[in-house]
């Protein structure tokens, strides 16, 4: 199964299952946005990015997909495993030369 | 291992002392950050240095003393903190500042302030 909708803290779904994580910005002057992944006692690690000239772009197991007129952002996992649970982030970057900003995380919990 | 190391991982310390966080990365990168993790909170910027000049201080108290001596390494030195300045303490490093939003992640410092 998977979920959608507005942006959750938490979000638990069973191993197999597809996710999809949503988040929403608030600079549309944003063109840059990058999704991370900070499992438990580690630090974050980047999973993928997409430039505002693209809607969708793929991973391995993941894709982000992009909707500027509502400046919302998701990423999908796909045939979720426990080693995907984390905390996920989304961050943006407006022009060059500017800091990341990240939004709030979503716990993602996978159960057997 | 992300190529970027923190020590010490764990830190408590008296709102008198004073101590210090190190940074090292193995990456060649040329940018290199400090960023505050507070529970409940989104990551927040607290300083960034490009080819070891300050490009960015994001109105942090003078309590906290960045130093970047070289590429490489990155300190944030610590005196007469608050106990709401406990967090994680996490650095990060990137190829350049400001085009590219992979950044590499050590582990963190969990600091506690009593």
């Known amino acids: 199964g998977e979920s959608v909708g507005l942006h959750l803290p938490t979000l638990s779904v069973q191993e197999g299952d597809n996710s999809i994580i949503n988040c929403a910005y608030s600079?549309?002057?944003?063109?840059?946005f990058i999704w991370y992944k900070q499992e438990s006692g580690k630090g974050p690690q980047f999973i993928i990015d997409i430039r505002s000239n693209m809607d969708k772009r793929q991973g391995q197991r993941v894709t982000v997909l992009l909707n500027k007129t509502v400046k919302h952002l998701s990423l999908q996992i796909a045939a979720t495993q426990p080693g995907d649970s984390a905390v996920y982030f989304c961050a943006e970057m407006g022009q060059a030369g500017t800091a990341l900003i990240f939004g709030k995380g979503t716990t993602l919990s996978v159960s057997s | 291992e992300t190529g970027v190391t923190q020590t010490p991982r764990h830190l408590v310390m008296g709102m008198t002392n004073k101590k210090s966080l190190k940074c090292e990365q193995h990456l060649g990168h040329n940018a290199m950050y400090w960023y505050k993790q507070s529970a409940k909170k989104p990551l927040e910027l607290m300083f960034v240095?490009?080819?070891?000049?300050?490009?960015e201080n994001n109105s942090v108290p003078s309590r906290f003393s960045p130093e970047c001596p070289n590429s490489s390494h990155l300190f944030l030195h610590l005196h007469t903190l608050q106990p709401e300045d406990s967090a994680l303490y996490l650095c990060?490093?990137?190829?350049?500042?400001?085009?590219?939003?992979?950044?590499?992640f050590g582990e963190g410092s969990r600091l506690t302030v009593l």
């Open positions: 600079n549309s002057a944003s063109d840059y």
């Open positions: 240095y490009n080819f070891k000049e300050q490009t």
């Open positions: 990060a490093s990137s190829q350049d500042w400001g085009r590219t939003g992979e950044l590499f």
